[in-house]
T-cell receptor, first 111, second 114 residues
Framework: SQQGEEDPQALSIQEGENATMNCSYK?????LQWYRQNSGRGLVHLIL?????REKHSGRLRVTLDTSKKSSSLLITASRAADTASYFC???????????FGQGTRLTINP | DVKVTQSSRYLVKRTGEKVFLECVQD?????MFWYRQDPGLGLRLIYF???????EKGDIPEGYSVSREKKERFSLILESASTNQTSMYLC?????????????FGQGTRLTVV
C-alpha cells in the first residue's frame, strides 16, 4: 500500500509562478524525501527532511514537514520550463529498511 | 558519482517467457529495490534486499522473484511473463549503513510483454 499521497495529481502554472505540492503519509517516519522524474527516466533525489526538522531549503526548493499532521509540502519558487516533471515524495518508515513512494504530482510549467 | 545501471532500457518479450532484469550499483550500498511504475499508480515496491542472499517482499511480489548473489547486483525475474507485467521497472539502492537513505535510481527498463 502507498504510504505517501501527493496532492494535486497534476498542476499546470505559468513560468515564474511558484508551485506547491503536498504529501501526506500514514506512519511514523525517520525522514521524508522528495524526488523528481523527467518523462521516461529514473528518479532523482531533490531534498531530504528529517522527522525532527520543520523546514529545509535548497536553492529554489523549500520543504516543510508537519509530523503532527503527517504531511509535507514542496515549494518550487520562480518556476522555469525546465522544472516540468513529475515529483514524488517518499517516506522512510521507522523500523523499516525501505522507501515507500506516493503516486506523484505531474507539474507542467507553461512558457 | 553513484551509478545504478539497469541492463536494458527497452525490452520486448513474449507471453510465457522467463525474463531477467539486471541492476548493478557501484557504491557498496546495502539495500536495493525493484519498483514498477504504471500511470496513475506511482511507484509500487515489488521486492527489496538489505543484504546478500536476503530478500523481502514488497507490496506486489506476485509473479516475480529476485536474486542477490553479490552485493552490487540485484536481479528481478519474471518467471512467466504476462501482458499485465508490461510496465516501467525501476531499480534503486540506498545505504543506511553509511547514514544515507536517499535513493539512487537506474534509468529504468520499459518492458513490453506481447
Amino acid at each position: 500500500s502507498q504510504q505517501g499521497e501527493e496532492d494535486p495529481q497534476a498542476l499546470s502554472i505559468q513560468e515564474g509562478e511558484n508551485a506547491t505540492m503536498n504529501c501526506s503519509y500514514k506512519t511514523s517516519i525517520n525522514n521524508l524525501q522528495w524526488y523528481r522524474q523527467n518523462s521516461g527516466r529514473g528518479l532523482v533525489h531533490l531534498i531530504l527532511i528529517r522527522s525532527n526538522e520543520r523546514e529545509k531549503h535548497s536553492g529554489r526548493l523549500r520543504v516543510t514537514l508537519d509530523t503532527s499532521k503527517k504531511s509535507s509540502s514542496l515549494l518550487i519558487t520562480a518556476s522555469r520550463a525546465a522544472d516540468t516533471a513529475s515529483y514524488f515524495c517518499a517516506t522512510d518508515a521507522k523500523g523499516a529498511q525501505k522507501l515507500v513512494f506516493g503516486q506523484g504530482t505531474r507539474l507542467t510549467i507553461n512558457p | 558519482d553513484v551509478k545504478v545501471t539497469q541492463s536494458s532500457r527497452y525490452l520486448v518479450k513474449r507471453t510465457g517467457e522467463k525474463v531477467f532484469l539486471e541492476c548493478v550499483q557501484d557504491m557498496d550500498h546495502e539495500n536495493m529495490f525493484w519498483y514498477r511504475q504504471d500511470p496513475g499508480l506511482g511507484l509500487r515496491l515489488i521486492y527489496f534486499s538489505y543484504d546478500v542472499k536476503m530478500k523481502e517482499k514488497g507490496d506486489i511480489p506476485e509473479g516475480y522473484s529476485v536474486s542477490r548473489e553479490k552485493k552490487e547486483r540485484f536481479s528481478l525475474i519474471l518467471e512467466s511473463a504476462s501482458t499485465n507485467q508490461t510496465s516501467m521497472y525501476l531499480c534503486a539502492s540506498i545505504s543506511p549503513g553509511q547514514g544515507r537513505t536517499e535513493a539512487f535510481f537506474g534509468q529504468g527498463t520499459r518492458l513490453t510483454v506481447v
